[in-house]
Structure formats: C-alpha cells, structure tokens
Nanobody, 127 residues
C-alpha cells in the first residue's frame, strides 16, 4: 500500500525557515515523482515543485523557486521541502503527493496529475 506522511509543520515567524518531510511507503522516492503542494483556506491547491524519480530533476513554480527547495534521502525514503524567508501569505496546509508518471513535466503543476496524497501538515507564518 502506498502512503505519504507529511511532518514538520508549525508556527514560524515571518522571515523564518522551516523544513517539511514527506515519508513515503510503498514506492521508492528514487523511482516515483513526488510533488509538494499547498492550500490556504478558501483557495485552490497550489503546486510548489515536483522532483522526478530516477534523475531527481525538479520543476518549480516560478514564484516560489527563490525561497523553496527540495531534497531527498533515498535511505529514509523521504522527500524534504526547505522553506526560507517565510511570509504570512505562505500560511497553508502543505501536502506531498505521488505523481501518476515517474517524471515531472515542465510548466504548471496540476494536482490532477497526482493520485496519492498525504494528510497534510499545517504551516502558519505569524508574529
């Protein structure tokens, strides 16, 4: 059974940093493409990035690529989202998901391209 579990969310002050984890079971992260998304109350789910399985190539949403970065630990089967210079508008529930294809496409990150989702972790940026 394929599952994804996010962790690492919490309350952080503006300008701070946070690292989220996505621990995957049922497929190796060096095979599957994993995406990070977020959803603020009343807003649509927004793609952040996607990291491809075997080659690790990453597609970023342009507006976030200067502050957000991805890494992974193949031994722990975990994908990380490093978030820096956080702003109040980054407040959202953050999700990781497995892409239907093992390769990330360029351009827009559509949630419909992902078929397995974690339960999400809340990030609140506030002073």
């Amino acid at each position: 059974q394929l599952t994804l579990v996010e962790s690492g969310g919490g309350l952080v002050q503006p300008g701070g940093s946070l690292r989220l984890s996505c621990t995957v079971s049922g497929v190796s992260v060096d095979v599957a493409a994993i995406g990070w998304f977020r959803q603020a109350p009343g807003k649509a789910r927004e793609g952040i990035l996607c990291i491809s399985g075997n080659n690790g190539m990453t597609t970023y949403t342009d507006s976030l690529k200067d502050r957000f970065a991805v890494s992974r630990d193949n031994v722990k089967n975990t994908v990380y989202l490093q978030m820096n210079s956080l702003k109040p508008e980054d407040t959202a529930t953050y999700y990781c998901a497995r892409r239907r294809s093992d390769y990330c496409a360029s351009g827009y990150l559509s949630p419909y391209d992902y078929n397995y989702w974690g339960q999400g972790t809340q990030v609140t940026v506030s002073s």
